[in-house]
Protein backbone atom coordinates (compact mmCIF):
# COMPACT_ATOMS: atom_id res chain seq x y z
CA UNK A 1 0.00 0.00 0.00
CA UNK A 2 1.26 3.56 -0.41
CA UNK A 3 2.81 4.77 2.71
CA UNK A 4 4.09 8.27 1.28
CA UNK A 5 0.38 9.03 0.14
CA UNK A 6 2.07 10.56 -3.07
CA UNK A 7 0.25 7.71 -4.70
CA UNK A 8 -3.06 8.77 -3.52
CA UNK A 9 -2.68 11.85 -4.53
CA UNK A 10 -2.07 11.21 -8.28
CA UNK A 11 -4.44 8.97 -8.13
CA UNK A 12 -7.33 11.26 -6.42
CA UNK A 13 -6.09 13.85 -9.61
CA UNK A 14 -6.65 10.96 -12.33
CA UNK A 15 -9.73 9.73 -11.02
CA UNK A 16 -11.58 13.38 -10.93
CA UNK A 17 -10.01 13.53 -14.75
CA UNK A 18 -11.80 10.04 -15.31
CA UNK A 19 -14.96 11.64 -13.24
CA UNK A 20 -14.72 14.14 -15.94
CA UNK A 21 -14.79 12.70 -19.06
CA UNK A 22 -17.15 9.86 -18.30
CA UNK A 23 -19.38 12.82 -17.39
CA UNK A 24 -18.15 14.22 -20.83
CA UNK A 25 -19.65 11.20 -22.16
CA UNK A 26 -23.13 11.42 -20.74
CA UNK A 27 -23.45 14.81 -21.98
CA UNK A 28 -21.69 13.65 -25.13
CA UNK A 29 -24.02 10.66 -26.03
CA UNK A 30 -27.62 12.01 -25.15
CA UNK A 31 -26.85 15.31 -27.36
CA UNK A 32 -25.70 12.23 -30.02
CA UNK A 33 -28.78 10.38 -29.33
CA UNK A 34 -31.27 13.42 -30.48
CA UNK A 35 -29.29 13.82 -33.40
CA UNK A 36 -29.94 10.56 -35.42
CA UNK A 37 -32.17 10.36 -37.92
CA UNK A 38 -33.22 7.67 -40.72
CA UNK A 39 -34.53 4.31 -40.60
CA UNK A 40 -32.06 2.46 -38.44
CA UNK A 41 -32.92 5.35 -35.46
CA UNK A 42 -34.07 3.24 -32.75
CA UNK A 43 -31.47 0.91 -32.40
CA UNK A 44 -28.93 3.84 -32.17
CA UNK A 45 -30.94 6.16 -30.14
CA UNK A 46 -31.03 2.71 -27.69
CA UNK A 47 -27.36 2.06 -28.21
CA UNK A 48 -26.23 5.93 -27.19
CA UNK A 49 -28.81 6.09 -24.25
CA UNK A 50 -27.44 3.05 -23.07
CA UNK A 51 -23.66 4.71 -22.98
CA UNK A 52 -24.76 7.45 -21.55
CA UNK A 53 -26.19 5.67 -18.59
CA UNK A 54 -22.80 3.65 -18.71
CA UNK A 55 -20.80 6.77 -18.56
CA UNK A 56 -23.12 7.76 -15.93
CA UNK A 57 -22.05 4.86 -13.80
CA UNK A 58 -18.45 4.98 -14.40
CA UNK A 59 -18.14 8.89 -13.68
CA UNK A 60 -20.13 7.29 -9.75
CA UNK A 61 -17.49 4.58 -9.22
CA UNK A 62 -14.79 6.83 -10.18
CA UNK A 63 -16.12 9.53 -7.41
CA UNK A 64 -16.75 6.95 -4.90
CA UNK A 65 -13.21 5.68 -5.13
CA UNK A 66 -12.24 9.53 -4.82
CA UNK A 67 -14.05 9.63 -1.62
CA UNK A 68 -12.46 6.59 -0.65
CA UNK A 69 -9.44 8.15 -0.82
CA UNK A 70 -10.02 10.97 1.46
CA UNK A 71 -10.57 13.66 -2.03
CA UNK A 72 -12.80 15.37 -3.14
CA UNK A 73 -15.04 14.79 -6.71
CA UNK A 74 -14.41 16.96 -9.59
CA UNK A 75 -17.55 19.28 -10.22
CA UNK A 76 -16.28 19.76 -13.63
CA UNK A 77 -17.07 18.40 -16.73
CA UNK A 78 -14.76 17.18 -19.32
CA UNK A 79 -14.10 18.55 -22.93
CA UNK A 80 -17.05 18.20 -25.26
CA UNK A 81 -16.40 18.27 -28.99
CA UNK A 82 -18.97 19.38 -31.16
CA UNK A 83 -18.01 19.27 -34.91
CA UNK A 84 -21.61 20.04 -35.92
CA UNK A 85 -21.45 17.14 -37.97
CA UNK A 86 -24.31 15.02 -37.13
CA UNK A 87 -24.03 12.04 -39.63
CA UNK A 88 -23.67 8.65 -37.98
CA UNK A 89 -20.15 8.06 -39.31
CA UNK A 90 -19.13 11.25 -37.67
CA UNK A 91 -20.91 10.61 -34.36
CA UNK A 92 -19.09 7.62 -34.22
CA UNK A 93 -15.89 8.35 -35.05
CA UNK A 94 -15.94 11.27 -32.41
CA UNK A 95 -17.34 8.18 -30.20
CA UNK A 96 -14.12 6.65 -30.88
CA UNK A 97 -12.01 9.50 -30.16
CA UNK A 98 -14.07 9.72 -26.73
CA UNK A 99 -13.63 6.27 -25.91
CA UNK A 100 -9.65 6.09 -26.95
CA UNK A 101 -9.30 9.43 -24.67
CA UNK A 102 -11.21 7.24 -21.11
CA UNK A 103 -8.98 4.60 -22.25
CA UNK A 104 -5.83 6.59 -21.88
CA UNK A 105 -6.83 7.96 -18.48
CA UNK A 106 -7.97 4.16 -16.92
CA UNK A 107 -4.10 3.19 -18.49
CA UNK A 108 -2.87 6.29 -16.30
CA UNK A 109 -4.72 5.21 -13.05
CA UNK A 110 -3.37 1.64 -13.65
CA UNK A 111 0.10 2.38 -13.57
CA UNK A 112 -0.76 4.87 -10.89
CA UNK A 113 -2.15 1.92 -8.70
CA UNK A 114 0.99 -0.44 -9.98
CA UNK A 115 3.62 1.86 -8.87
CA UNK A 116 2.28 2.28 -5.72
CA UNK A 117 0.22 -1.02 -4.82
CA UNK A 118 -3.13 0.53 -4.68
CA UNK A 119 -5.03 -2.97 -4.87
CA UNK A 120 -8.51 -1.61 -5.63
CA UNK A 121 -7.43 1.19 -8.42
CA UNK A 122 -5.60 -1.73 -10.02
CA UNK A 123 -8.78 -3.89 -9.78
CA UNK A 124 -10.97 -0.88 -10.78
CA UNK A 125 -8.57 0.00 -13.78
CA UNK A 126 -8.39 -3.12 -15.14
CA UNK A 127 -12.30 -3.32 -14.87
CA UNK A 128 -12.81 0.03 -16.58
CA UNK A 129 -10.11 -0.98 -19.05
CA UNK A 130 -12.47 -4.13 -20.22
CA UNK A 131 -15.40 -2.35 -21.08
CA UNK A 132 -13.47 0.70 -22.70
CA UNK A 133 -12.00 -1.88 -24.86
CA UNK A 134 -15.16 -3.28 -25.46
CA UNK A 135 -17.09 0.09 -26.43
CA UNK A 136 -14.07 0.86 -28.88
CA UNK A 137 -14.35 -2.35 -30.14
CA UNK A 138 -18.31 -1.91 -30.69
CA UNK A 139 -17.67 1.49 -32.64
CA UNK A 140 -15.18 0.27 -34.40
CA UNK A 141 -17.32 -2.71 -35.89
CA UNK A 142 -20.29 -0.28 -36.22
CA UNK A 143 -17.36 2.00 -38.28
CA UNK A 144 -16.91 -0.84 -40.89
CA UNK A 145 -18.74 -1.56 -44.40
CA UNK A 146 -20.89 -4.77 -43.92
CA UNK A 147 -18.21 -7.60 -45.25
CA UNK A 148 -15.28 -5.67 -44.29
CA UNK A 149 -13.48 -7.61 -41.32
CA UNK A 150 -10.31 -5.22 -41.03
CA UNK A 151 -10.09 -2.66 -38.39
CA UNK A 152 -11.44 0.38 -39.03
CA UNK A 153 -8.51 3.23 -39.18
CA UNK A 154 -10.01 6.19 -39.29
Not at 23 to 35: D, K, N
Not at 71 to 100: A, F, K, M, V
Not at 101 to 120: C, G, N
Not at 132 to 150: A, C, I, S
Amino acid sequence: MDKSGNGKYQAIEVLNKIMEIELAGVVRYTHYSLMIYGYNRIPIVDWLKSNAQESLTHAHRAGELVTLLGGHPSLRIGPLLETEQHDIGDILRESLEHENESLRAYYELLKISEEHEITILEEFSRDMIVAEEQHLDEVNKMLRKPGETEVFKG
